[in-house]
């Protein structure tokens, strides 16, 4: 990182830094898990942003915090799960397992 002024003065070459930025607009932990249909599934929502929807099968919500809580879907099979904010997506796929 070096600067350049209005009057086209820049940081010399030896005096530049090397930065990493890195962008999270969302982010859910874990990507993947197995759960008991109808069983208690919990996610780590990472997002700056006060609030965020949720999709997971037929359900959907809006919410608030970085944990969410849900209930799995009652059949088994594969779904995905898909956090939002802003226009900005995160998914996690939920294996719904037989009772």
């Known amino acids: 990182m070096g600067a350049r002024d209005a009057a086209g003065n820049e940081t010399p070459a030896a005096g530049r830094k090397d930065v990493t930025v890195a962008l999270r607009y969302i982010e859910v932990e874990p990507g993947r898990l197995t759960v008991r249909a109808g ?46 904010e802003q226009g900005h997506f995160a998914t996690a796929r939920v294996r719904v397992r037989a009772k």
């Not at 990472?46 to 099968?57: D, E, I, K, Q």
């Open 39 to 84: 069983g208690h599934l919990a996610v780590r929502v990472r997002t700056a942003s006060s609030r965020y929807t949720w999709h997971l099968g037929r359900r959907h919500g809006a919410r608030r915090g970085h944990r969410l809580n849900l209930t799995a879907p009652t059949t088994p099979g594969t779904y995905r799960l898909t956090v939002a």
